[in-house]
Nanobody
Framework: QVQLVESGGGLVQAGGSLRLSCSASGSIFAISSMSWYRQAPGKQRELVAAFPSGGSRNYADSVKDRFTISRDNAKNSVYLQMNSLKPEDTAVYYC???????????????WGQGTLVTVSS
């Protein structure tokens, strides 16, 4: 069984910073991509940043130049450094990964449990 575990959410004032972490564990053969999504109250889940293996990082326009996604392949982990936070960044942030498991050798999509980020004005 493979799972994603997130950490790092919390309450921060506008202009502040937070760093989210997500680690994949279990019977992993390879990870093809890791991403961060978010869902604000009453809104649809949206892509925040993506980091495909062997590809370029990409960001939602709303977070460009403020957020940075990074990966540590040795630790099967992905991070989201969030700077200059705004109240509109308030949301539950979800880690997403596409993982090839050792048992099936097939790509499966996994989601973390979500971590709440609240930015006060």
């Amino acid at each position: 069984q493979v799972q994603l575990v997130e950490s790092g959410g919390g309450l921060v004032q506008a202009g502040g910073s937070l760093r989210l972490s997500c680690s994949a564990s279990g019977s992993i053969f390879a990870i093809s991509s890791m991403s961060w999504y978010r869902q604000a109250p009453g809104k649809q889940r949206e892509l925040v940043a993506a980091f495909p293996s062997g590809g370029s990082r990409n960001y939602a326009d709303s977070v460009k130049d403020r957020f940075t996604i990074s990966r540590d392949n040795a630790k099967n982990s992905v991070y989201l450094q969030m700077n200059s936070l705004k109240p509109e960044d308030t949301a539950v942030y979800y880690c997403n990964a596409r993982i090839i498991t050792k048992e099936t050798m097939k790509n499966v999509e996994l989601w973390g449990q979500g971590t709440l980020v609240t930015v006060s004005s």
